[in-house]
């Protein structure tokens, strides 16, 4: 069975690169374009894994994080943030509302795979 990954950004650009690599890594993956379509996805998605966007319209990274970590469906899935921003101070309120980790954009391939792969341990 392969892994499952709910990629979360608003950008169409962004959500098809990671559409690709991830399903050329033999990740099954299902995309949506904010918060609120993550939410709307997350119980047929069933994800072994959320990547996601921090900056978004009608909710954002941290508002997609906080209500996967405080519902019944995938509260305790490993959530990863893959953004622009680099501030500790960010980095701090994501690990604060429950996220697992930080990748920074433009992402490399292969570390974001192995990175994916490692916090699933698959």
């Not at 169409?12 to 990740?27: D, H, I, P, V, Y």
């Not at 990274?61 to 959530?79: H, N, T, W």
């Not at 980790?101 to 490692?118: A, M, N, Q, Y």
Request: proline share 4%; net charge negative; aromatic share 4%.
């Amino acid at each position: 069975m392969s892994l499952r990954v709910l990629a979360v950004d608003d950008s169409l650009t962004m959500r098809e690169m990671l559409r690709q690599t991830l399903s050329e890594a033999g990740f099954n993956v299902v995309l949506a374009e904010d918060g609120l379509d993550a939410l709307d996805r997350l119980p047929e998605a069933d994800p072994d894994l959320i990547l996601t966007d921090l900056n978004m319209p009608r909710m954002d990274g941290f508002g997609l994080i906080d209500a996967v970590r405080k519902g019944e469906i995938s509260a305790r899935v490993p959530i990863l943030v893959l953004t622009t921003e680099s501030a500790a101070t960010l980095k701090d309120k994501a690990r604060s509302v429950g996220a697992t980790g930080w990748i920074t954009k433009p992402f490399d391939e292969k570390s974001l795979v192995s990175t994916i792969r490692r916090v699933t341990a698959m």
